[in-house]
């Protein structure tokens, strides 16, 4: 029989005593610590501060609190507890993989991608057209580092569930989930690597690393909350990718603080979307769409779906025909963002011929609805959609 996952959100741990990481917890999570230890309320926010704005990646480095608080958050057990970067894998195109280590010794993948990979942004509008050089009308007295505008691709388990047929990532099962402090240390110790300055550079996150957001969904919700809150990342500068998790949807749906959505909709439908992705067995591709319905889109944003083509299984001019058809009766404002299949090692598929690709995405664009190829990123190095394994080779 085939097994499913579960949507069964963990229950909340009370992470201060769980791991001693301070990275991970909310301002309030902080006050209540900061309260505890007999410290000024204040503290509190130059830590939060020190976490999340300076990023510093050990106490030491938190210069703007006495020694004595570092001190005695170091004595009560404290560290900062950032992941840290273990192994960088750098592609010929730019693109870098990590290999990012957790407290426990568990890694997990997080994609650096200057430049972006062409579909991150929603409608291509601004996605292309961003200049790329040096700065220019900023204060002279800044050094004149290259601009960067950048995307981070992000894990939000060890391993995933799923089982998607196509995907490298299910041939690892799911070993568990990520905290909210090892979601958003990816970003915190890649900006850092980068001596990113949020603010000054452009940076986009997607979700889209190992693992199903929307099967972690508390610890995926809690890191947006940093990210934001803490770290100054706009929550419509970041997107995250579901197989179709239909609770997980409808709790996004009521979300206050709530990145871009993009279903990986991979199928034209159910049969097709069945044999790839088992999970449509769970939720059919008609539940999902009157789930994504209810998300409420912003000015102009528009729903992305995700369409991975695979050669002789969902990449025929009828499937095109079939997918803007299927679009266009959700009646949802919609982009598709098309990626080629990146082929992995035991995965019973083959990619589409580029004449396809191009009729596909003729086809989408003929019929009025928006389509992106996506560019592969890093294939060279194992960092493409889809490839991440944990591969060190
Ligand atoms: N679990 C989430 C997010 C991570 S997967 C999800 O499935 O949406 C991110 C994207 O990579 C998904 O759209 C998925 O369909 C796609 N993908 C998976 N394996 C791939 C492969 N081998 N080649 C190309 N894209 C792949
Ligand atoms: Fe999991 Fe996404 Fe891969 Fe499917 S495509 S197995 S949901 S990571």
């Known amino acids: 029989m085939q097994s499913f996952p579960q949507f069964d959100p963990p229950p909340k741990k009370n992470l201060e005593n769980s791991t001693q990481s301070l990275f991970s917890l909310s301002l309030q999570q902080l006050e209540a610590l900061i309260e505890r230890l007999g410290l000024e309320r204040y503290r509190s926010r130059q830590v939060w501060h020190a976490l999340y704005q300076q ?19 170091s004595r ?13 894998f750098v592609s010929t195109d730019g693109t870098e993989r990590y290999l990012v280590a957790c407290a426990d010794g568990e890694t997990v993948e997080t994609v650096w991608m200057p430049n972006g990979d062409d579909g991150e942004l929603g409608d291509g509008s601004d996605a292309a057209g961003e200049e790329v050089g040096s700065i220019t009308g ?28 196509f995907c490298l990532t299910a041939k690892l099962g799911v070993k568990r989930n990520l905290t909210a402090g090892e979601i958003a240390g990816q970003v915190a110790a890649v900006l850092n690597r980068h001596q990113v300055r949020v603010g000054r550079d452009r940076i986009n996150l997607v979700f889209m690393g190992m ?6 969904y508390d610890n995926f919700m809690a890191a947006v909350h940093l990210l934001v809150e803490g770290m100054g990342i706009p929550e419509s ?14 709790r996004f749906a009521k979300e206050n603080l709530r990145p871009k959505l993009a279903l990986s909709l991979n199928a034209p439908n159910n049969s097709i979307r069945e044999s790839i992705m088992p999970v449509t067995r769970k ?27 695979l050669g002789g299984v969902n990449d025929r001019l009828q499937d095109a025909r079939e997918l803007s058809a299927l679009i266009e009766r959700s009646g949802l404002p919609a982009k598709v963002n098309l990626i080629v299949w990146n ?10 011929k580029p004449e396809d690709v191009a009729a596909f995405q003729q086809h989408l664009i003929a019929s009025g609805l928006p389509a992106f190829l996506r560019r592969p990123r890093g294939r060279d190095i194992y960092a493409a959609c889809g490839q991440l394994k944990r591969t060190v080779e």
Do not use: H
């Open 76 to 88: 009560s057990g404290f560290q900062v507890g950032m992941p840290r970067i273990a192994q960088a």
């Open 343 to 352: 082929p992995g090692p035991d995965i019973p598929y083959r990619m589409p």
């Open 55 to 73: 990023r510093a990646s050990s106490l030491e480095e938190m210069t703007a609190l006495p020694k004595s608080v570092r001190e005695l958050l």
């Open 283 to 309: 939720w059919n591709i008609e539940d999902l769409m009157a789930a994504l319905r209810e998300v409420p889109l912003r000015p102009r944003e528009r729903m992305t779906f995700e369409y991975v083509l």
């Open 211 to 216: 693992g199903e957001p929307f099967l972690n």
């Open 237 to 250: 500068r970041m997107t995250v990718s579901t197989s179709g998790i239909l609770p997980g949807i409808e």
């Open 138 to 165: 900023r204060d002279s007295t800044e050094a004149a580092v290259p601009y960067r505008r950048a995307t981070i691709c992000i894990s939000s388990q060890v391993g995933c569930a799923v089982n998607c047929q």
